[in-house]
């Protein structure tokens, strides 16, 4: 999946952390869902820290400020696991 693939309307809406899985509600009406654990920081992030979000690249991703982390739509959809990095 290419950036050019998005629709407009993949992009963030809202997104919940519930039982150790990430929600992200997308305009389009689909919810993603994935294990926190596959992102170290935001899985050894605090509840506060992991509540402190917002959105960034115009609703294409999410970022954690206090975690140094983002997350993107397109990783997101495509069910690409991030580098361990």
Do not use: F
């Amino acid at each position: 999946m290419q950036p050019s693939d998005l629709d407009p309307k993949h992009r963030v809406k809202d997104m919940c952390i519930v039982n150790e899985r990430l929600y992200v509600d997308l305009e389009d009406g689909q919810t993603v869902s994935v294990p926190v654990e596959i992102h170290p920081r935001l899985a050894n992030g605090t509840d506060e820290q992991r509540a402190n979000w917002h959105l960034i690249r115009s609703g294409w991703s999410i970022h954690w400020p206090d975690l140094d982390e983002d997350i993107d739509t397109l990783v997101l959809l495509s069910g690409i696991r991030p580098s361990q990095s």
